[in-house]
């Protein structure tokens, strides 16, 4: 009993160490910049966030790009564009400010645009590691509090069961003090009322001026 009790919280304790490490390789390992890209020709040198910069191994060039804005008014609701990328040219992946745009382990969102010389910059970001321990952590972690729920033999259970016996027993109370109550008369009995003729008239003698 005492293992089927440890397993739901040793898969949490282990969910939590991977998305630490998962962090940790993502903080290591992980590639984060900018690209710049245009209608004109195809772009691979992305910046990195330390100035530094790597190369692509394909490149991306802007299809196509358009701002929607807000109904009635010029305000930007969202930037949408349509991206190539060279290995594979004849698909064209959608772009948004919500939505991201992938190729391989690279994945690119819209940072801005530049409308001056028609340029839309990306950020770019490649994590295949990181994301997938950490997201092996979050599946883990989901499946230990699916355990937690299910599972009759750990401490979350045990409460649910005594919250449901108190739960029970003050409906019970409550019912008792209800009948109890149905039970009492709603109007007092007519001998209880005090009868007014038992009482003699007082005269008091005036007081003297």
Not at 134 to 151: D, H, K, Q, R, W
Not at 152 to 177: D, E, N, Y
Request: proline share 5%; hydrophobic share 45%.
């Amino acid at each position: 009993m005492n293992v089927f009790r440890r397993f739901p919280v040793s898969l949490l304790h282990l969910s939590i160490a991977l998305i630490a490490v998962g962090g940790v390789i993502s903080w290591l390992s992980a590639i984060k910049g900018e690209i710049v890209i245009d209608n004109n020709s195809w772009q691979n040198n992305i910046t990195l966030d330390n100035t530094d910069s790597k190369k692509l191994p394909f490149g991306v060039k802007l299809y196509d790009f358009a701002i929607r804005n807000y109904p009635g008014s010029d305000a930007p609701m969202d930037y949408v564009a349509k991206i190539v990328f060279s290995n594979d040219s004849t698909k064209i992946i959608p772009a948004a400010m919500n939505s991201v745009a992938t190729c391989g382990n690279y994945r690119f969102f819209i940072k801005s645009y530049n409308e001056a010389d028609n340029t839309l910059t990306l950020a770019v970001g490649n994590d295949p590691w990181g994301i997938a321990v950490v997201y092996s952590g979050y599946v883990i972690a989901l499946f230990a509090m699916i355990m937690f729920f299910f599972n009759r033999h750990t401490t979350f259970r045990v409460l649910i069961k005594q919250l449901r016996t108190a739960a029970t027993v003050c409906m019970l109370l409550m019912s008792v003090c209800a009948s109890a109550a149905e039970a009492l008369p709603k109007h007092l009995p007519e001998s209880s009322f005090v009868d007014s003729t038992c009482f003699s008239t007082v005269e008091f003698a005036p007081y003297p001026l």
